[in-house]
C-alpha cells in the first residue's frame, strides 16, 4: 500500500533554479493538496485540488504554480527558485473534501542556497 | 483571514504526567481535525469533531470541541515515551465554501522517561 507518494525526498537548488515537485496517490482521492512546514511553525497550505480538473490557491500561493495532471497526480512547480522557499513541502490527500481523513507523503526536504 | 492557534508551543512532560494542547480559531469552525506528527515524520490523522460540545476518546486522548465550534482541545492521560511528536489541529472555516483546512501552529511534546 503506497498512499501517497513524493519525488524527490531531498533537493538542493541554487537561487533562480526551477524544479517539480512530484505527488501521486493511488487511493482513488479526489481531492489533493500542497502545504510547506517550516521549523517551530504549523502546516501552510499553498494550494489545494478539490477535484481532478480544478485547483485553487491557499494561503501562500506566491512563488508557485500547481498542476493536476490527472485523479492521481498533483505537481508543485517552483519557478524561480528562492532562499524563502527552503522548507520542508507535503503533499497530501483525502477522499472527498477535509471532511474526510486526510493522508500525506513523506515530505520532500527542499533547501535553496 | 482565518487564524489558528495553539498554545502552548511546546511541552515538557514527565511520563505518567498528563498533557493538554488548546486549539483557537479566530472564526467558527465546521469541524476541526486532530493529526500527530513524529519527529522526522509526517503528519497522521487522529480524529474529526463536527459538533458543538462533541467528546471523543481513544484510549488515553480525549477530544473536545467547544460549544461555540471556535476551540478545541486534546488532552492525553498518563503520557507514555511513544506519545512524543508534534499535534497539529486543523480547522475548516464554516460557510467558507472552500476546501481550505488551516493548521494550527501546532503544540510540541517531550516525554521524559
Known amino acids: 500500500n503506497a498512499g501517497v507518494t513524493q519525488t524527490p525526498k531531498f533537493q538542493v537548488l541554487k537561487t533562480g533554479q526551477s524544479m517539480t515537485l512530484q505527488c501521486a496517490q493511488d487511493?482513488?482521492?479526489?481531492?489533493m493538496y500542497w502545504y510547506r512546514q517550516d521549523p517551530g511553525m504549523g502546516l501552510r497550505l499553498i494550494y489545494y485540488?478539490?477535484?481532478?480538473?480544478?485547483?485553487d490557491k491557499g494561503e501562500v500561493p506566491n512563488g508557485y504554480n500547481v498542476s493536476r495532471l490527472n485523479k492521481r497526480e498533483f505537481s508543485l512547480r517552483l519557478e524561480s527558485a528562492a532562499p524563502s522557499q527552503t522548507s520542508v513541502y507535503f503533499c497530501?490527500?483525502?477522499?472527498?473534501?477535509?471532511?474526510?481523513?486526510?493522508?500525506f507523503g513523506q515530505g520532500t526536504r527542499l533547501t535553496v542556497v | 483571514g482565518q487564524q489558528v492557534m495553539q498554545i502552548p508551543q511546546y511541552q515538557h512532560v514527565q511520563e505518567g504526567e498528563d498533557f493538554t494542547t488548546y486549539c483557537n480559531s479566530s472564526t467558527t469552525l465546521s469541524n476541526i481535525q486532530w493529526y500527530k506528527q513524529r519527529p522526522g515524520g509526517h503528519p497522521v490523522f487522529l480524529i474529526q469533531l463536527v459538533k458543538s460540545g462533541e467528546v471523543k476518546k481513544q484510549k488515553r486522548l480525549t477530544f473536545q470541541f467547544g460549544e461555540a465550534k471556535k476551540n478545541s482541545s486534546l488532552h492525553i492521560t498518563a503520557t507514555q515515551t511513544t506519545d512524543v511528536g508534534t499535534y497539529f489541529c486543523a480547522g475548516r472555516e464554516a460557510l467558507s465554501g472552500t476546501y481550505k483546512y488551516i493548521f494550527g501552529t501546532g503544540t510540541r511534546l517531550k516525554v521524559l522517561a
Open positions: 487511493m482513488n482521492h479526489n481531492s
Open positions: 485540488s478539490a477535484s481532478e480538473g480544478t485547483t
Open positions: 497530501a490527500s483525502s477522499w472527498r473534501d477535509w471532511g474526510t481523513e486526510a493522508f
